[in-house]
Each structure stands twice: as structure tokens, then as C-alpha cells.
């Protein structure tokens, strides 16, 4: 079983839809919690850096921790064809002896 | 501010050569990490420089190499290469050490092709 888990989609949506983005882990000692948003031929670009569990919410995006259920979320409001991306989560533990764990990502497509 | 630079960006290579990647980091950044990105496994991590000493490192071949610089940049050397060696190789550096209170930020890549 990985460490990381995310659906690799693809997830197709319509222009203007809310968008939501999951993966579940199993080690409880994770701590910091991301999101990427990765275009074709692009290197991963960072959305969201969120420390423990709650939300935190920028611009179009919400990202939220749920530590309890080893669950996280990235939502977007008001989907943008723009939008369409591969979006990867990623976390890690309390000090540098953790390395980041990769989800496998979940390609978005939204639909004009 | 410029971003992670990495050169070259194609390379194609035959199997049993080797390559040399480049990773220029962000200005300030002290660290630098490389992770091997295929469809088919994802992102995986190669290893982790700070302060040009290797702080933690993947399950990967010997065959696989880094180094760091007294100026933050990267080199990671692959040797011997093989088919399956083809992939996204990205770069990432941050200010403190991998990821933990200290974000990644990444390069668009050195896609490397072996024929």
C-alpha cells in the first residue's frame, strides 16, 4: 500500500464548476500538507502550504486538513479552463529525517 | 526573481552512456533536491542536497549521482544508462531542508530520452 493515495482521474468537469481534488495518507506523523499544480511539460508549481489540520483558503483555492481521517482536500471555485492540470498533493513530517511523499496526481480537465 | 533553472531541458542519450543534468536554484536557497518523474511511478525522489552535503537519498541505483556546490547549484549524473531511465528529471530547491516548514518550488525539467 503507498503512503500516498490520489485518483488519477481524469476528472472532467464544466466551466464554473467547484472542483474537488482528494488524496489519503497513512502515516500519522505527517504534518505539512501541498498541493502542485503541474502543466504539460512544466514543472510542478506550488498552490497551497498548509502546517496540521483546518483550512486555508487563497483566492479560488481551499485547501483543507483532516488529520483525524488521514484526509485532505484542495477545492476550486469557479473553474477555469485554465484550470486544467495535473494536480499532485504532497506532505511530509515534523523534521528533515522525513522525505516528501508524492501522491500519483489527478489530472483535471475543465470543459469551456 | 528567477526560478529553478535546469539545463538542458531534451537530451537524448544511447544506452550505456552517461548524462550530467544541471540545476541552478533559486537565489538564496541552500537546498536542492532531484526527483524522477514517469507516468507510471510519479514523482519519485532521488535525493537531497544541503550545504553541498547529501541529506537523504532515494531507493535508487548507485548509478545514480549528485552533487552540490559551495553556490548552491546541482549536478546529478546518471551512468550506464538504461531504457528505463527515460523520464522527467526535475529539480526543486527551498530555503531549509527538504520540504519540511520549507516548501519546494521546481524546475520545468531535463527530459531525457535513452535510445
Known amino acids: 500500500q503507498k503512503e500516498v493515495e490520489q485518483d488519477p482521474g481524469p476528472l472532467s468537469v464544466p466551466e464554473g464548476a467547484i472542483v474537488s481534488l482528494n488524496c489519503t495518507y497513512s502515516?500519522?506523523?505527517?504534518?505539512?500538507f501541498m498541493w502542485y499544480r503541474q502543466y504539460s511539460r512544466k514543472g510542478p508549481e506550488l498552490l497551497m502550504y498548509t502546517y496540521s489540520s483546518g483550512n486555508k483558503e487563497d483566492g479560488r483555492f481551499t485547501a483543507q486538513v483532516d488529520k483525524s481521517s488521514k484526509y485532505i482536500s484542495l477545492f476550486i471555485r469557479d473553474s477555469q479552463p485554465s484550470d486544467s492540470a495535473t494536480y499532485l498533493c504532497a506532505m511530509t513530517g515534523m523534521d528533515s529525517s522525513y522525505k516528501l511523499i508524492f501522491g500519483s496526481g489527478t489530472r483535471l480537465l475543465v470543459r469551456p | 526573481k528567477a526560478g529553478v533553472t535546469q539545463t538542458p531541458r531534451y537530451l537524448i542519450k544511447t544506452r550505456g552512456q552517461q548524462v550530467t543534468l544541471s540545476c541552478s536554484p533559486i537565489?538564496?536557497?541552500?537546498?536542492v533536491s532531484w526527483y524522477q518523474q514517469t507516468p507510471g511511478q510519479g514523482l519519485q525522489f532521488l535525493f537531497e542536497y544541503f550545504s553541498e552535503t547529501q541529506r537523504n537519498k532515494g531507493n535508487f541505483p548507485g548509478r545514480f549521482s549528485g552533487r552540490q556546490f559551495s553556490n548552491s547549484r546541482s549536478e546529478m549524473n546518471v551512468s550506464t544508462l538504461e531504457l528505463g531511465d527515460s523520464a522527467l528529471y526535475l529539480c526543486a530547491s527551498s530555503l531549509g531542508e527538504t520540504g519540511y516548514n520549507s516548501p519546494l518550488h521546481f524546475g520545468n525539467g531535463t527530459r531525457l530520452t535513452v535510445t
Open positions: 537565489s538564496g536557497h541552500r537546498s
Open positions: 502515516n500519522s506523523a505527517f504534518q505539512y
